[in-house]
């Protein structure tokens, strides 16, 4: 008797167990994970056609706050929920979105509307809509001191193109966990959610406060004439990085540039032009911001060749 009890709390034990693990997998964190980028369409991006927005009948829901743009909160003609942007950084946002999932990064999932009325707001050109999925719970912000990924290739890749992307504005508050309920359980996407201070300048000093001088969103002129890489010494990649928070775009080994190139070079001109095209921007923007990639794509490549740029 004494036997049989014990062999059933061995079992009940081990049951518990596997459940906890797999309940463990099912939310193991994830930040970036393999993909087929020349499959991709980046003009649809993360959403593809079936998330796309339908405008038919637009329902206001509420004001979000915070932000340097202004926000709503809105109800699609299918129900579907989505949070507006209005502004200067709803463009940039949307094309980097694009980049980064086109490699396998987990985003957020957004379109560019080139006009929306919004009930008792007005009518609105070029605004970002980023979704609000029933299967996502958007949970505490990640810390990019703190977090499962230090020291991995997909961090420090990621740091990387924050700079590639001339991304100013890179603090803990505009990075979110997204709990998605998915066919595989459960998953914890670690997401930057705010990429709208990009495709512009960075500051061009390190002192305090004033390191904002000279900075810019969304001017395609001012993006192509940024450097990227500064120069390669001793087996690191320095980035031409001014601003605050300057202590992360640091010690970036020619290996890990080089994981990132192999990624970033997968993609096609039409690719890196679709991102463009869903963005809505002009064709002559649309052309200074595709040309202004591949050459940052070039010097993320030849770097990760261990060419000491600063001597060319």
Known sequence: MLKRDLLYKIAILLVFLLAAGGLAAAQKPVMWEPVDTKRLDLYLGPGGTEMKPDLSGITFIKEEKGGHNKKYRIKDGSGRVWVAKIGREAQPETAAIRLLWAIGYKTEINYLVPTITIPGKGTFQNVRLEARPDNVERTD???????????????????????????????????????????????????????????????????????????????????????????????????????????????????????????????????????????????????????????????LERASLKQNLAKK
């Open 141 to 299: 912000e990640w810390k990019w001191k703190e977090n499962p990924f230090v020291g991995t290739n997909e961090l420090q890749g990621l740091k990387i193109l924050m700079v590639f992307l001339n991304n100013w504005d890179v603090l803990d508050l505009q990075n979110k966990v997204l709990e998605v309920k998915n066919g595989k359980g459960l998953e914890k996407q670690y997401v930057v959610s705010d990429l709208g201070s990009t495709f512009g300048r960075l500051g061009n000093n390190n002192l305090p406060i004033i390191y904002r001088l000279g900075r810019s969103t969304n001017k395609p002129k001012h993006y192509i004439k940024s450097k990227f890489v500064k120069e390669v010494e001793d087996g690191y990649v320095k980035l031409a990085y001014k601003g605050k928070n300057r202590g992360l775009f640091k010690n970036f080994t020619v290996e890990q540039a080089r994981w990132l190139a192999n990624l970033m070079t997968k993609l096609s001109d039409k690719q890196i032009q679709d991102a463009f095209l869903a963005a809505n921007y002009s064709q002559n923007d649309l052309d200074t911001l595709t040309r202004a990639v591949k050459n940052k794509i070039g010097e």
